[in-house]
């Protein structure tokens, strides 16, 4: 298996008006296709910002990432946003849907993005959401759906268009337990289906559900 994400020898600063804060320490990181890693760490371990480099919403100080062999750094907006609509797929823990859509538009709108025509994109939402079990709900809104159907249509909209890699930030976090269990549940079965799955959690019991776990304290990674 290749590695989908390598990370060598990364730092991560930001300085404040009152000093610098070391948010990621010289963090090496292999994470092989169609595995599915765990990062667990407490608030202000630094897990958010791995997510966030990894997702390519931010870029390191310093050393170099690797994703799917292409290197990262030096890349400017337009090919980050490529890179995001393209090869990584998002889940959140706030869900983060358009209220004003229903769940087949909301899945569609990232296809949109991407220039896939309607035909083609109406039958990959559809196809997604029947993957998690929301074939009923296509046209119902946020509002009308519970917590654990919302995040339900996040993964239909993360993974309708088979991307090479899904970062999951904390998608239990705002579920009750037995929800939660159905999202590890469909994310498990992404990954026997051979999806890349990064998930980024606080939670042992979450973590212990992934093939593997990686802890993550002070900024720096433990394998």
């Known amino acids: 298996m290749n590695d989908v994400i390598v990370l060598s020898n990364v730092c991560k600063s930001y ?4 000093n610098r804060v070391e948010a990621l320490r010289h ?15 407490q608030s202000g371990s630094g897990k958010s910002t791995l997510m966030n480099i990894l997702g390519c919403l ?16 030096g890349m400017n907006e337009k090919q980050l946003s490529f ?11 706030s869900f983060h849907l358009l209220p ?3 769940a087949l538009e909301n899945v569609e709108l990232p296809l949109i993005y991407r220039g896939i025509p309607k035909a083609k994109r109406r039958q990959m939402a559809v196809s997604a959401l029947g993957m998690v079990g ?3 709900r296509l046209l119902h809104r946020p509002c009308e759906l519970s917590g654990g159907q919302q995040q339900r249509v996040a993964i239909a909209r993360a ?9 999951a930030d904390e998608p239990t976090g705002n579920l009750d337990s037995a929800s939660g269990n ?38 720096q990674v433990f394998l």
């Open 100 to 102: 004003s859509l229903n």
């Open 182 to 219: 159905d999202i590890m549940a469909l994310l498990t079965t992404l990954h026997r289906r051979g999806t890349t799955i990064v998930l980024i959690t606080h939670d042992n019991h979450v973590a212990n559900m992934a093939e593997s776990c990686i802890r993550i304290a002070d900024g």
């Open 15 to 18: 300085i404040t008006p009152n």
């Open 58 to 73: 931010d870029t390191p100080t310093s050393g170099q990432y690797l994703l799917d062999g292409i290197p990262v750094a």
């Open 83 to 93: 890179i995001r609509n393209n090869i990584i797929g998002f889940i959140f823990q």
């Open 27 to 41: 963090v090496d990181l292999h994470i092989k296709e169609g595995s599915f890693v765990a990062v667990v760490g």
């Open 159 to 167: 993974v309708a268009a088979e991307p090479k890699l899904i970062l």
């Open 134 to 136: 929301l074939s009923e």
